[in-house]
């Protein structure tokens, strides 16, 4: 069975600092793009970043500067490197893989069951 499971999620200072995982099991990704989506109460589910199986990485502009995406390929895991973090930024995140175009929501075949993260302001 694939899975894709997040951690990392907690609550932190807004200034503060989160690093987010997501580890996945049951089969490799290779050749899979890994994203980041977040979602806040009444809202819709948004893009936060992604990286592809080429190792490009794309940053929301609302995050851009603050969080950073990587992943290793060898540990089949992806992370999400938050700083400087905001109150705007609590939501619950999701990981997730997928082949076609990263920003793009139903692009991604694979979700993980997301992680909570709350910034106190």
């Known amino acids: 069975q694939v899975q894709l499971i997040e951690s990392g999620g907690g609550l932190v200072q807004a200034g503060g600092s989160l690093r987010l995982s997501c580890a996945a099991s049951?089969?490799?990704?290779?050749?899979?793009?890994m994203g980041w989506f977040r979602q806040a109460p009444g809202k819709e589910r948004e893009f936060v970043a992604a990286i592809t199986w080429g190792n490009i990485t794309l940053h929301a502009n609302s995050v851009k500067g603050r969080f950073t995406i990587s992943r290793d390929i060898a540990k089949n895991t992806v992370d999400l490197q938050m700083n400087s973090l905001k109150a705007e930024d609590s939501a619950v995140y999701f990981c997730?893989?997928?082949?076609?175009?990263?920003?793009?929501?139903?692009?991604?075949?694979?979700w993980g069951q997301g992680t909570q993260v709350t910034v106190s302001s």
């Open positions: 997730a893989a997928g082949r076609g175009p990263v920003v793009v929501r139903s692009s991604y075949d694979y």
């Open positions: 049951g089969r490799t990704f290779s050749g899979y793009n």
